[in-house]
């Protein structure tokens, strides 16, 4: 069964440090996501890829924050300088179309500890 | 921000008992969608309710949709210790591609 590929698992890295996570959505799935999850809390949506192009980052805090899909494919979210609220779980997702009336597919996750 | 909230916040059952979880939010969606989410890991769909819908089942669960009263439930019958998770709603507005999350109802099922 295709899967959402995510790596890495675990990262802990100190503050003021550059981090990246990478994502493979399942092979097809034009529509890409990656949320952050805060401990205790529901997934929010950091950003949405429509192929390439980016749908919606209105959450994306663009001053640390940049993700990219650049040939529509797999994914990257780097977060530079990580600060110690970055702490969280990140999540990506991918889904067949464009309009979100189908099931999401989730990956594993990257659980990121800012020392 | 969020737009779902569960209630309760945690539910603790023997194995064997149903279980229902509870779900409200604030503005007019399009559908509303249920996920499970084991302790650490991703989040898996289970079922997916259109707002012209009223209930839908999908093995063990059941779910029903309220749009007058912005409300949803779950209910999973004959739990399972297996079904230990924590359970999620989500919607999507009508117009919007985005889809919101609760914060959670954290299921524990005793053996």
């Known amino acids: 069964e295709a899967e959402v590929a995510q790596s890495p698992r675990y990262k802990i890295t100190e503050k003021s440090q550059a981090v990246a996570f990478w994502c493979d959505p399942i092979?097809?799935?034009?529509?890409l996501y990656w949320y952050r999850q805060i401990l205790g809390q529901g997934p929010e949506l950091l950003v949405q890829?429509?192929?390439?192009?980016?749908?919606?980052d209105s959450q994306l805090p663009k001053d640390r924050f940049s993700a990219e899909r650049l040939k529509g494919v797999d994914s990257t979210l780097k977060i530079q300088p990580a600060e110690l609220g970055d702490s969280a779980m990140y999540l990506c997702?991918?889904?067949?179309?464009?309009?979100?009336?189908?099931?999401?597919?989730f990956g594993p996750g990257t659980r990121l500890t800012v020392l | 921000s969020q737009q779902g909230e569960e209630d309760p916040q945690a539910l603790s059952i023997q194995e064997g008992e149903n279980a229902t979880m509870n779900c409200s939010y604030k503005t007019s969606i399009n559908n509303l969608q249920w996920y499970r989410q084991n302790s650490g890991r991703g989040l898996v769909h289970l079922i997916l309710i259109r707002s012209n819908e009223r209930e839908k089942h999908s093995g063990r669960l059941r779910v029903t949709l309220d749009t007058s009263k912005k409300s949803s439930s779950l209910l999973i019958t004959a739990s399972r210790a297996a079904d230990t998770a924590s359970y999620f709603c989500a919607t999507v507005r009508g117009g919007s591609e985005k889809l919101v999350f609760g914060k959670g109802t954290k299921l524990t099922v005793n053996p």
């Open positions: 890829f429509q192929d390439e192009s980016v749908v919606d």
């Open positions: 092979s097809g799935h034009a529509t």
């Open positions: 997702a991918s889904s067949p179309g464009g309009l979100v009336y189908n099931e999401q597919f």
